[in-house]
């Protein structure tokens, strides 16, 4: 049962070692992707937080009523009536590298021998479509009903709807198979090829209608149409893959392996992926899958699929492996790294970072990537544009860098040439584009000099209430816009006067007395916010405001402080080693040139940096003397994190994709807990580069060129038994 009124922001905030609250979140998030066809995330993440979930299970010894490990998902809406399975209809479960397909591979092949000495063990794969699965009914040949998946053990009947797809059979030609018994089972996937789902955004568009972010979706909601009109005319398809009966020996004569189930099924007229051969090597099924992987990357595909489903071939030996209480034993989904989108780049606009950087970024046509649609993408600088040749007009390449953060990879010069795209060049500014300021040239960027230009000021100020440093909620990018220009906020130090001045709610009427908000008696600060923001700030959301900013006090930890006030070069990561290192702000504060470089990671550049921003004529670190102000009541000492451990001792680390066991941020906590030197970039100092899934290719390559240890995330795990 999802929790009433659960939301995004619950869903964001969840601990992924608390088991109530994983237990929510994958809860809501099961809901979100079946019902909604709104997935809040992406299918490697929701896989991961699951095993997580299991592995919290199993310490506690209990499970809560409303796991999501009990029970699957459910595609159940409640506007179609419910039928029951004859035969479950169960998920796949998905692994995401080739040494956990190996793994499977190597022991199911070892328990069949065992079991079955002297026979061929044979697999097959077909691909892993990425739509809406379906169970197709025949009684006596005859289309009698169209099942969803459901819950795997009731789903939704769509049977008017699935008749209007014109390549499922209504009528089966029993002469193709004379054996055929009364209730015959198929199984296959609802698909919307691309030229239907492209011919049905541009409808919507022209309807001034929201489009589909992608083809399960628009597959998904036309297969769900109250009306089978509708359905009929958006060109969906069945893709079957596999065939059931209740009589045994049918299914033993007829259906006795995989392959042969297909070629049953191409008689009886169903499309399906061509598979009329198992594979007893290994090898060749892998270099097979891989063959076909280049295929889906190429795009040729007209249909959606993100990897393969691998299958042992024979009906018998998938019996004898059987099932689990949620997958099949005897079949893995492997899924493939997302892969780059194609996808016109019509502008390039020019952004303005908290240190003056000036970052150019690609206006792209929306295209879908891990799950989200994408419509920006970044582009590094001057240099990254002229080095990859990029221009306005060209079709590019998009990926996102780390599972994260959209960037544009390549030119895709092959669809330039065939779409005859219309380029024109870059211009990079020669002025900042919010203050018009003469930019600066430092290394390969351009710079605002101004530190008190408009963009630069709301991206410092929402830097600082951002998780990696005030963790202030309720205050994201357009509440601090309407602070900086309606009460005048344009520091740090600004800021938390206006919110946490001991005498905030006794201070005289800042009005003219011809003012509207006028009033004789001193004004509170809530009131004071409400009428100067005006609409859309209630009291509810000026009390969370003031709330969280005046708790921040408390909560901020001196690492947080010194990797929040926008040095150049200075994060959250080199914030933590100079408050370990200093231990106090004051230290910091009055840190000379040597006493940096001294700092292991602190070369010269990055001190000069540091020294140019403490100074008090030349520098900023006015616009923080709330800080060290005694009446605010700011912790100005560094408290070391818990120590889990000694392992990692004297051993220099950097991780890099996207992490099984943890969040993004957590891994580097959890690998300095346990004594590691954790760092930022490769080089021939760290002992090893950590991978999760889709590593960065810069860094593994930068790794083998140094002759830096690579190791697995798992391996690392039990290599130091952490």
Known sequence: MIKENYTIKDFKSRDVNNQQSLTDALSWASYKYYVENDAPMSDFEFDMEFKQLQKLEAASGRVLPDSPTQRVGSDIQGAFEKHRHIIPMQSIENVYTDEEMQAWLDETARK?????????VTFTFEPKYDGLSISLVYTDGVLTDAVTRGNQVEGESVYQNVRTIRNVPLVLDRTACPELPSYFEVRGEVLMPQGAFERLNAEKAKAGEKPFANKRNAASGSLKQLDPKITSQRGLVVMSYAAYSTDQDFQHDIMSSQVETLLLLKRLGF????????????????????????IRTSHTLPYDCDGVVIKVNERRHQEFLGLNTTFPNWCKARKFPQEAQSTLMHNVTFQVGMTGHVTPVAELDPTTI??????????????????????????VFVQKAGEVIPQVSAVDAERNRNEEAQLRPIHFPTACPECNTPLTKKGEY????????????????????GKDCANIAKIGPSVMADLVEKMHVESVNDF???????????????????????????????????AALGEGY???????????VQGSVQTLTLDKMIGGLGIDGVGKITGKVLAAHF?????????????????????????????????????????????????????????????????????????????????RDEIKNFLAAHGAKYVGSVSGKVDYVITGDAPGGNKLQKARELGVEIIGEREFYEKFNI
């Open 271 to 294: 499309s399906y992926y061509r598979m009329d051969r198992g594979f007893s090597d290994l090898t060749e099924l892998t270099r097979e899958i891989d063959d076909f992987n280049r």
């Open 446 to 465: 351009w710079i605002c000099p101004n530190h008190h230009c408009r963009a630069q000021i709301i991206q410092r100020l929402e830097y600082w209430c």
């Open 496 to 530: 938390y006067e206006l919110f946490c001045d001991p005498d905030a709610d006794r201070i005289d009427n800042p009005w003219p007395t011809d003012s509207l908000f006028y009033e004789a008696e001193p004004v509170p600060l809530a009131q004071r916010l409400e």
């Open 112 to 120: 069949l021998r065992a079991r079955f000495p002297g026979e061929e």
């Open 583 to 663: 231990g106090t702000l004051d230290n910091f504060l009055h840190a000379t040139f040597e006493d940096l470089v001294a700092v292991d990671g602190i070369g010269e550049i990055m001190a000069r940096n540091i020294l140019e921003f403490l100074s008090p004529d030349e520098g900023h670190i006015g616009d923080y003397s709330c800080l060290w102000n005694p009446d605010y009541g700011f912790r100005t000492t560094y408290v070391a994190t818990e120590i889990l451990g000694n392992a990692l001792d004297g051993k220099t680390v950097i991780f890099t994709g996207t992490s099984y066991r943890f969040k």
């Open 538 to 548: 209630g009291p509810k959301s000026i009390g969370q405001m003031i709330e969280g």
């Open 370 to 395: 891990s799950g989200s649609v994408v419509a920006r993408a970044t582009l590094n600088n001057e240099s990254f544009i002229r080095n990859m040749g990029l221009q306005i007009g060209s079709y």
